[in-house]
């Protein structure tokens, strides 16, 4: 059974291989000692792998013919070919690899196609000791000539695209992408090296996408995937059998162009598309290994002339202009004639070995044929130095990929002459990078634009539900009444007008909520980790607590907080704060010293000053006594001091008062000072010492004042006055209810310049913080909200806004730096004086007491008088008689 199978393999592989050969006249190989096996795809039905399968095996076949041309024989023998077919079957392609080998001469092998055939063919090659030479096989793992000692390529291995594509990357600002690969050798391989690559340049691959090739379609939902996903950038890693199929699948979820940029690694027939969806297929990139013509690299021209000379001659049919051939039959063509002049060295190599240098030992069955020279073709084959139709082809011992040579182009789908084609328009050498191609204008991105696309999911078009709380100036309601006669709720203030410049930079539909008037900050972030909102915007504190259930974006603004409170008098009235520079003790002794010097100059001077004499001992000392005071408050006195005694003790009360009168100015000016810019605290520290009581400090719950004072005055314990909003705080300050709260300071000083003009922040700033936008964790939009603030701010429109909303003051201005001072500051000095002077007043009585006694009895005895005249002129009008009283009685009286 197994043999008839075996029998119908080859039958169908012949019958295969006449049939393509109907239009071809190639000239059938001899029977020649020497044959090179190439590998080519099955042309199925997509022009793509027709394409790939015919080009890739005319120019096998016509680097062979060229060696028959050139003369180049080994023993005396042209060498020949085998063609075989593929279609990705590992096992298929080692069965007809063995099959080969084992009837035929078979010295050197072109391809695999594919890199899953590619590490089996190569572990069978080393060890018969034969050398494999892929045109298309990409995978970086088959670099390693530690591990795939008998295998080289003429195409770029998936690091060297890897690279380019970073590079491209880099060229337009991508920080992320999606790969789509595919599940198989070639798939895995190429998304760690790109993976591995783009980590380097700190580009990110947000979602890997697995193409099942078993399966034939995507694991999963391919839409859902892709705008879920933070990028908007995606490459396809995938055979070129597999595009066609995954962007018809793109185009019916609605994920191409314009909101994604896709990156193909091959180009393929655009006929095959509907032309109702060519808007949606404009933009797309590929990024193709190329020939040096294409980056202006030399190559041997005359060599690849000759090579189509040769097609045209025997396959014109299939021959398109030269322009159009696949650059992997190029890669084919090098692939063969390396293999055709490392031969030819080798063999001349052995002219003087009795054996042949294509001989094998061992038996007939491939697995234990083994080639005899193999190191010594294989050192050849290292060495090899030669400029090639693709560019310039060596390799070396240390890995299987060439030296240089390796080159890339990008093609834009683009509309020409009414229909959309590939189009070249960057080009990428490997000692260099992407530069503008020659014969290109522009480039089309997705959407017919011309600007480059970014690599983030963008708010364009999307509908937002932006939660917002009342916080003036941040956000301010206000009843109006509109046009239609209808009450209603307009909104202002710093928010509003950050939406409007947000929305007008990135085309979102602002849905604006306001949160219900018990709603606390900490309330209004958990509505938005549940999903009532898609944002929130406001005076909303960045923390570590928050951040746990929620992200935020870049600052819209800074932050701390203040302490805010009701505003105290300038001064407190102290009737005794004159007294207040000199300590009790330093008075006391002021008034010995006066007392006792008083004493000495009575004894000293009253002998010998005649202001003293004649004057009794009481009168004297107080005279003394006033001399003394006079003299110590810079005043002086009546008198002289006489004597030399006297006069030294003077010079002593003159001194006194020259330090006493200087420092009880300075310290009255300090106290005063100090006195009328004193608050009841002075900052953060006074109510971390317990200045205020705790029950006096009301703290808004939900709030990161909250937070802060659990964490650094309280130790936890909530023993504040609990505050549920802003107007409660403000009602409960100015009834004295509480006596300080902590505000943010932006709207502290809106509020106590604006609106409470009776209330004031003290001390300095503490909880240094930020406001941002509260998101949802990993939100898709994250970036690009985070990019269009850094350019709000670096435009300076987040500076004019706070310039616009929090540097307005409505409350009259108030000096805070005035040294004028008022009645209370020095109201007990006047009291004081008051009191002298009624002492004064009275010490002046009761010297004039016998005086003034005897001015009242004056007063007393008129009245008396009066009276009398009064009733004598009474009854002089009711009876005619004459007055009782006589003329001298009076005036006896008043003498």
């Not at 092998?109 to 590490?119: C, L, N, Q, Y």
């Not at 209004?524 to 259930?549: C, H, K, Q, W």
């Amino acid at each position: 059974m197994r043999i008839f199978r075996e029998n119908i393999s080859w039958l169908l592989l012949y019958v295969l291989h006449n049939l393509k050969s109907v239009m071809a006249i190639w000239p059938t190989p001899s029977n020649s000692s020497l044959q090179l096996l190439g590998f080519f795809p099955n042309a199925e039905n997509t022009s793509q792998t027709k394409e790939l399968s015919i080009h890739t095996q005319a120019m096998f076949k016509a680097a062979v013919l060229l060696s028959h041309q050139y003369n180049i024989t080994v023993e005396g023998q042209y060498i020949q070919w085998q063609a075989s077919f593929t279609d990705g079957n590992v096992m298929n392609t080692l069965g007809n690899t063995c099959r080969a080998i084992s009837s035929s001469n078979i010295v050197g092998i072109i391809g695999p196609i594919f890199s899953r055939e590619a590490h089996q063919i190569a572990d069978f090659a080393n060890k018969i000791g034969i050398p494999v030479v892929s045109s298309t096989a990409t995978d970086s793992d088959l670099s390693n000539r530690e591990n795939y000692h008998a295998f080289y390529r003429t195409v770029p291995s998936d690091s060297t695209i890897a690279l380019a594509l970073a590079k491209l990357f880099i060229r337009y600002n991508w920080t992320s992408c999606i790969i789509i690969y595919q599940n198989d050798v070639y798939g895995t391989g190429g998304t760690k090296v790109i993976s591995e690559t783009f980590l380097k340049y700190n580009i990110e691959v947000t979602d890997l996408i697995v193409f099942d090739i078993v399966m034939n379609s995507i694991r999963g939902n391919l839409k859902t995937y892709l705008t879920t996903s933070i990028s908007r950038i995606v490459i396809l890693w995938t055979d070129i059998v597999y595009i066609s199929q995954i962007l018809r699948y793109a185009l019916d979820a609605d994920i191409l162009g314009p909101h994604f940029t896709w990156i193909l690694t091959s180009g393929i027939s655009l006929d095959s598309f509907d032309q109702i969806y060519h808007s949606k297929l404009i933009g797309i990139l590929t990024i193709e290994p190329v020939t040096g013509t294409v980056v202006d690299a030399p190559i041997n021209s005359t060599l690849l002339h000759a090579a189509y000379q040769l097609w045209q001659q025997y396959e014109p049919e299939s021959f398109p202009t030269s322009a159009k051939v696949n650059s992997y039959a190029l890669f084919a063509f090098d692939a063969t004639w390396t293999l055709i002049q490392s031969l030819q060295k080798f063999c001349s190599s052995l002219k003087d070995n009795s054996s042949s240098c294509s001989a094998y030992d061992g038996p007939l069955f491939c697995f234990d044929r083994h080639f005899i020279h193999s190191n010594l073709l294989f050192n050849i084959m290292n060495s090899l130095s030669f400029l090639g139709v693709s560019g310039h082809v060596q390799f070396t011992m240390n890995v299987t990929d060439r030296v240089n040579g390796s080159y890339y182009y990008a093609q834009n789908i683009q509309y020409t002459s009414n229909h959309i084609s590939f189009t070249p328009v960057l080009k990428y050498d490997s000692s260099d990078d992407w530069q503008t191609y020659s014969r290109t204008n522009v480039i089309i991105w997705p959407g017919n634009s011309l600007t480059p696309p970014i690599d983030r999911a963008r708010l364009k078009g999307i509908t937002l539900r932006i939660g917002v709380i009342e916080s003036v100036p941040f956000t301010i309601v206000a009843n109006v009444i509109d046009t239609s006669g209808r009450n209603t709720t307009k909104l202002t203030g710093y928010v509003l007008d950050l939406i409007e410049y947000l929305r007008d930079k990135m085309g979102f539909v602002a849905d604006v909520q306001l949160a219900p008037p018990n709603t606390s900050y900490t309330g209004l972030v958990l509505a938005l980790a549940n999903g009532d909102y898609d944002i929130a915007i406001g005076d909303i504190t960045v923390t570590s607590a928050r951040r746990e259930i929620v992200a935020f974006s870049n600052s819209i603004s800074d932050n701390s907080m203040r302490i805010l409170m009701r505003k105290t008098p300038a001064i407190q009235v102290d009737l005794l704060s004159y007294l207040k520079p000199f300590s009790r003790n330093l008075w006391l002794l002021l008034l010995g010293a006066t007392i006792f010097a008083s004493i000495i100059l009575c004894v000293i001077e009253r002998p010998d000053n005649a202001a003293l004499q004649n004057r009794s001992i009481i009168s004297s000392g107080a005279m003394i006594l006033w001399f003394s005071f006079g003299t110590i408050v810079g005043y002086g006195a009546d008198f002289h001091a006489q004597t030399a005694a006297g006069r030294l003790v003077s010079a002593g009360l003159y001194i006194l008062s020259l330090v006493l009168v200087a420092s009880y100015t300075a310290n009255l000016a300090s106290e005063l000072t100090i006195l009328k810019t004193k608050d009841l605290i002075d900052g953060m520290d006074d109510l971390k010492n317990g200045k205020i009581p705790y029950n006096r400090i009301g703290i808004r719950i939900g709030t990161a004042g909250e937070d802060y004072y659990l964490r650094e005055i309280s130790g936890g314990s909530r023993n504040f006055y609990p505050l549920k909003s802003r107007q409660e705080m403000y009602d409960s300050l100015l009834a004295g209810i509480i006596d300080v709260s902590f505000m943010d300071i932006g709207t502290a000083e809106y509020v106590t310049n604006n609106i409470y003009c009776n209330l004031t922040l003290v001390g300095e700033d503490f909880d240094k913080s930020t406001f941002g936008i509260v998101t949802p964790k990993e939100w898709l939009y994250a970036k690009d909200l985070d990019v269009n603030i850094l350019s709000l701010r670096e435009t300076g429109i987040l500076d004019n806004l706070k310039k616009k909303w929090f540097q307005t003051k409505a409350c009259p201005q108030t000096s805070e730096i005035s040294t004028a001072l008022g009645l209370e500051s020095l109201s007990g000095l006047f009291l004081t004086f008051g009191v002298i002077c009624v002492l004064s007043i009275g010490l002046y009585a009761w010297n004039k007491r016998n005086m003034i006694r005897k001015y009242v009895n004056i007063l007393r005895h008129q009245k008396t008088i009066s009276l009398r005249s009064e009733t004598y002129m009474v009854d002089f009008t009711n009876k005619p008689h004459t007055s009782t009283t006589s003329s001298s009685t009076i005036s006896q009286i008043i003498a």
